[in-house]
Nanobody, 124 residues
């Protein structure tokens, strides 16, 4: 089993930055694709970004491309999401997820393990 714990959420003004972390435990996730999703109030959970097992390939939702950066530290079993130029519409609960396959999926149903989420609020 894999346990994922997100941290780093909070309140920030529009135009500001936040960095999220997702620490994995239980087993190494070095061979897993890791993804970030978010869910705003009253909306479905949406894909944000994904990173390949070795970190060489990343994929982003159009809404965050150029502003967010996903990375991973295999030695620390941790994945990161650096968020810059934040907008009020980025306000959501952000979730980290692990996928045992080798493809960068954008659908939440393809991910096997999930964290509990961390709140990000961007004020205008």
């Amino acid at each position: 089993q894999v346990q994922l714990v997100e941290s780093g959420g909070g309140l920030v003004q529009a135009g500001g930055s936040l960095g999220l972390s997702c620490a994995a435990s239980g087993r190494t996730v070095s061979s897993y694709v890791m993804g970030w999703f978010r869910q705003a109030p009253g909306k479905e959970r949406d894909f944000v970004a994904a990173i390949s097992a070795r970190g060489g390939t990343t994929y982003y939702a159009d809404s965050v491309k150029g502003r967010f950066t996903v990375s991973r530290d295999i030695a620390k079993n941790t994945v990161y999401l650096q968020m810059n130029s934040l907008k009020p519409e980025d306000t959501a609960v952000y979730y980290c997820a692990a996928d045992r396959s080798t493809f960068l999926h954008t659908t939440q149903g393809r991910y096997d393990y999930w964290g509990q989420g961390t709140q990000v609020t961007v004020s205008s």
